[in-house]
Structures are given as structure tokens and as C-alpha cells.
């Protein structure tokens, strides 16, 4: 069971968070879970995940500042990776490391480390790394925690905007923003795709199946009110969840790229399938995350 650590008297129910938040104004940077007070109750895990990902988000604010001197070296077509990425995943496995030993941890720049057999930390230290190489303020910090094969909990850091999007099974999912604390997420509960919002990823230069990706992003076009292409997989999952996007669906995705937004997303009151609605695995061929309601029509879109 989940120990409160910060709870005030005379809680009420947080409201639901929808709409997003203003970047911070410069000199405003918030500290660490210790300094700020939560409405919500944390477990002792989730602190730790969010301690973590505070202390990767330093380094990778100041490279972001200084985007154009970064040294950077190709990893394969279209596909980069920066100092950024190695050095926040150094920070994250050392703090997660600190308190959490026995476990494993997979991590999209440094690999695989076994431990206990039976949890196992699933960070993307930068995704969205093609944004932040292009100066781009929309990337994030990653960090899910899977326990006999199940995602627990998950931690999604926007450090531009100053979002934080965490999420425990069983416990619901939450944002924090320098205007809110701990709001609770809850899906939007559109049911018409003509008035829906999908996020999605297209494939780039050396990935995926264009001709077939661009045939059925057609008919989604074609049917909703929009799409969008932000080219984080981690955040359009956290906007689903926080009722931004209705639907969205991807195809190659890693386990780094969803296993938090996966959770927040089913915390949050949504559906995680795979393009074809059934169930999803880790490292699945395809990703749909929808609000419920417009499941069934993003599988017929899609098919």
C-alpha cells in the first residue's frame, strides 16, 4: 500500500487536469519533489522515480540551451543520438540505482542490466531527441517501472514546460505544473471522430512503411477533426491520458518509448491495444491509445 508522505488535512477529490500550462519564466525552476508539496498521495517509488527524472531534466536543460554546440553522432538514418541522451541516462541510472539496487533497468542508449528477475526500471532519458537536437522545446523524460512483466508505475517529465505526469496502478494518474499541483488525469469523453483530436508518429527516412502509414493516416484525416505530429511518443501518450488528444497510434514503438504513457493512459481511464485492438506487448508491432469511446472507430480507421 502506498504511504502517504505529504499529504494535507482535509484533502478534497484533485480536480481534473486538461488543459496545458505556460514554460516557467526564467530564474522560476522549481526543485525536487522534498520541496514541493503534493496533493496527491506518493508512494515512496514514485518519489524516487521523480527525484530521478528532476535531476536528468539540470543537464539536459542546459544542453538545450546550448543545442548548437552539442557534439553529435549518427546512430542510423534519420535516427540521432547526443551526449544529452547518454549523460541524462547516466544521472537517471545512478539515482534509481542509489536506492533501488537489486533492480534491472533498460535503457534506450546503455542497454540492458539484469537484476532481481522481477522489477525492472524501462527509461527513455530523452525522447524526443530529434526535437531537442533541432531546438524544438517539446522532449521528456521517460521512466516506468514493470514488476512480473506489469507496468506499476510511470513518470513522464516535460523539463521546457515544467510538467510532470506521474502514474501508479490501482492509484490513478496525475500532472503537476507550476500552477497546479497534482491534478488528477482523466481521458476526454469525445465519441464522434469528426470531433476528435488524434496524435500520431510518421515514419521517417529509414523507418517503417511509408506508403502504407500515409494510406491509412488518409482515412483518419479524411474522418476526424485533425492530427497532430508531435514527435514525442511518451508525451502524446501523457495527452491522451490528460484528454488533449482522443486517440493516438503509432507503429515500431520500443518499450522505452510507452511504458509509462501506457499506464498513465489506463490510469487515466483510457484503452492501450494495438492497432487491430488487441491486446498490447511491450515492443509491439503497432500502439492505439484512446479515450474508450473512439476505440472501436480508431480500429475500423486503421484496419
Request: glycine share 12%; proline share 6%.
Amino acid at each position: 500500500m502506498a504511504v502517504p508522505t505529504d499529504r494535507r488535512p482535509n484533502d478534497r477529490t484533485s480536480p481534473v487536469a486538461r488543459v496545458g500550462r505556460a514554460p516557467m519564466a526564467p530564474g522560476r525552476e522549481r526543485a525536487g519533489p522534498p520541496e514541493r508539496r503534493s496533493l496527491a498521495v506518493r508512494s515512496a517509488t514514485i518519489t524516487v522515480m521523480i527525484r530521478a527524472a528532476f535531476a536528468a531534466a539540470k543537464n539536459l536543460k542546459r544542453d538545450f540551451g546550448e543545442v548548437e554546440q552539442l557534439q553529435v553522432s549518427e546512430k542510423g538514418p534519420g535516427d540521432f543520438v547526443s551526449h544529452a541522451d547518454i549523460k541524462a541516462e547516466r544521472t537517471l541510472r545512478a539515482e534509481l540505482a542509489r536506492t533501488r539496487p537489486e533492480y534491472g533497468f533498460l535503457g534506450e542508449e546503455g542497454g540492458e542490466t539484469k537484476g532481481d528477475g522481477r522489477n525492472r526500471w524501462i527509461v527513455d532519458p530523452l525522447d524526443g531527441t530529434t526535437n531537442f537536437l533541432h531546438g524544438v522545446p517539446h522532449f521528456a523524460i521517460s521512466i516506468g517501472l514493470e514488476r512480473e512483466g506489469e507496468i506499476i508505475a510511470g513518470v513522464i517529465y516535460q523539463p521546457i514546460s515544467d510538467e510532470l505526469f506521474w502514474a501508479e496502478k490501482g492509484n490513478g494518474a496525475f500532472i503537476d505544473t507550476p500552477n497546479a499541483r497534482s491534478r488528477r488525469l482523466r481521458v476526454s469523453g469525445r465519441k464522434e471522430p469528426a470531433r476528435a483530436l488524434v496524435g500520431t508518429g510518421i515514419p521517417h527516412l529509414g523507418k517503417g512503411d511509408h506508403a502504407a502509414y500515409l494510406a491509412k493516416l488518409g482515412v483518419v484525416m479524411a474522418k476526424t477533426a485533425g492530427v497532430r505530429r508531435w514527435g514525442a511518443a511518451a508525451l502524446d501518450l501523457a495527452f491522451v491520458a490528460a484528454g488533449r488528444f482522443d486517440a493516438y497510434f503509432e507503429y515500431g514503438l520500443q518499450p522505452w518509448d510507452v511504458a509509462a504513457g501506457m499506464l498513465l493512459v489506463r490510469e487515466a481511464g483510457g484503452m492501450i491495444s494495438d492497432a487491430n485492438g488487441q491486446p498490447y506487448e511491450l515492443g509491439g508491432p503497432s500502439l492505439l491509445a484512446t479515450n474508450g469511446s473512439m476505440r472501436d472507430a480508431m480500429v475500423e480507421m486503421l484496419a
